[in-house]
């Protein structure tokens, strides 16, 4: 008798299978009608039911919990819903979000002093004053008239009065500009 | 049973099949009324079994009692998701559990400073956590309890639910998001694995009888 005729008359390798269920409903009757006719198949079956109520036997006695300690281990609040309290991080976000705003306004007032978001905070933040009037031209002509000081280029400041024209009388004669275009020829 | 009551379990019967556990299904129902009352009586119901479960798989009695508690105020703190139409409560209990002692397994692979180093006891040794109740089972329970430790975190799992469990393995299969076709392929080679194992403990408490 050849293997595959073994199995197919003693089918051995069904039987782990039908102790664990995984054999379908044909399966399964082909191999109760063979195990009622055949010791050695019978066997196998019963071993491995053995096997399968040890281990099940095994984890039940195993795990077996104490009635007192499970009253302990009980929940102490019921109910529908449970409010969890803000986690560490929910709690230092809005923290966190403060100090990246304050950075960033550090940030960009140190990168430049003309934007419009640093000039907006110049009443919260230090800022250093730099002057924006130009110096004035000393006057070059004899004649009393003293040209008005020259006004500076970028935006009139209105807390800087416009220079108003004097008349004053020079001590010593100066050069004038005649003289000074015929010495340089 | 008020006529409402009786009413609504047997629509959701109708819904979920064979699924539906009348009398976890009634008590879910008042625990959402917001009865204390029917809160432990599901604990009660429900509490052994799993913890069972997560000491078969954990194989730890202190990890075991932890999950234990988390999974039930897990599970006490959204009882109102819980749909009988797709699946048992034990399901989605099981689900619960599984899904916490996994998250426990993970935690203890990080690395961690244990005070047991100090008092001189390895705390990697597995039999320094094993608990007192293991020393109350015969050599052969002993055999099969440290055999069912040896095997991967797959096979185990799918081991526990059919031997101790006893569940279908499409249940099976829901509870730990694999096929059922997979559950089935797990449990095979888990139960030669154990087969294996056990063979030569046998051979050996023969011999010494």
């Known amino acids: ?185 | 049973m008020s006529e409402s009551t009786a009413l609504t379990a047997e629509q959701l019967a109708a819904l979920a099949g064979n699924r539906v556990d009348d009398e976890t299904t009634t008590l879910v129902r008042r625990c959402l009324q917001g009865e204390e009352v029917a809160y432990a009586a599901l604990y009660d119901a429900h509490s052994g079994m799993v913890y069972r479960l997560c000491y078969s798989l954990l194989q730890n009695q202190q990890d075991a009692e932890e999950v234990l508690q988390d999974s039930f105020e897990y599970a006490f703190r959204r009882l109102s998701l819980f749909d009988a139409r797709k699946s048992s409560f034990k399901t989605w209990l099981y689900r619960i559990a599984v899904s916490r002692c996994r998250n426990k397994r993970r935690r203890k692979w990080l690395p961690t400073f244990s005070l047991q180093l100090l008092g001189g006891e390895d705390a990697s040794d597995p039999q320094a956590r094993r608990p007192d109740d293991v020393i109350a089972l015969s050599e052969q329970q002993k055999a099969v309890w440290s055999a069912i430790g040896d095997l991967s975190v797959k096979l185990r799992e799918v081991a526990i639910l059919r031997y101790f469990g006893g569940l279908p393995y499409a249940e099976i299969g829901e509870i730990l998001g694999i096929p059922a076709k997979t559950a089935e392929s797990r449990m095979r080679l888990a139960h030669k694995a154990l087969r294996q194992s056990l063979s030569g403990v046998k051979k050996d408490l023969s011999t010494d009888e």
């Open chain 1, 1 to 185: 008798m050849t293997t595959v005729e073994t199995q197919q008359q003693h089918p051995l390798a069904l039987v782990s299978d039908y102790v664990l269920g995984l054999l379908d409903a044909d399966q399964t009757a082909h191999l109760e009608r063979h195990a009622a006719v055949c010791p050695s198949c019978r066997e196998a079956i019963e071993r491995e039911r053995g096997l399968f109520g040890t281990i099940r036997a095994t984890v039940a006695c195993a795990t077996q919990p104490s009635a007192a300690r499970l009253a302990v281990l009980k929940p102490t609040r019921f109910g529908r819903t449970t409010v969890r309290p803000a986690g560490k991080w929910q709690r230092l976000a809005p923290v966190t979000m403060l100090l990246l705003l304050i950075l960033s306004a550090v940030s960009v007032q140190l990168s430049g002093g003309d934007q419009p978001l640093a000039g907006n905070l110049r009443g919260f933040l230090p800022v250093t004053n730099t002057p924006t009037a130009t110096a004035t031209t000393p006057p070059t002509a004899t004649i009393a008239i003293q040209q008005p000081a020259e006004r500076p280029t970028s935006v009139p400041d209105a807390r800087m009065p416009a220079p108003t024209p004097e008349i004053v009388a020079l001590p010593t004669p100066i050069a004038t500009l005649p003289d000074l275009a015929k010495s340089a020829n």
